[in-house]
């Protein structure tokens, strides 16, 4: 079992950053892969960013240049650096890990930016 608790989020006005945080912990050892989802209005979760055990992250087309995933490995924290923050990012955030053919949630983070 991995345990997801993210923090970070708040309300932002246009152009300004947040940095998100993602505590793991429990079954550490099992997690290939990290990532940041935003749900959108149909309730579905678009994948943000992602990193993996080797380093390697990946990001949605729209926050490209602007967000930056990290991990700490020493705190097992990924975080999602936001910067030039637009209406359109707001939303709940959630962490996902994922390994042996599992995946955890956060409890997710809301993120405000307002025009």
């Known amino acids: 079992q991995v345990q997801l608790v993210e923090s970070g989020g708040g309300l932002v006005q246009a152009g300004g950053s947040l940095r998100l945080s993602c505590a793991a912990s429990g079954d550490i050892d099992s997690i290939n892969f990290m990532g940041w989802y935003r749900q959108n209005p149909e309730k579905q979760r678009d994948m943000v960013a992602s990193?993996?055990?080797?380093?390697?992250?990946n990001y949605a087309d729209s926050v490209k240049g602007r967000f930056t995933i990290s991990r700490d490995s020493a705190k097992n924290t990924v975080y999602l650096q936001m910067n030039s923050l637009k209406p359109e990012d707001a939303g709940v955030y959630y962490c996902a890990a994922a390994g042996r053919n599992l995946i955890y949630w956060g409890q997710g983070t809301q993120v405000t930016v307002s025009s």
């Open positions: 990193i993996t055990r080797g380093g390697s992250t």
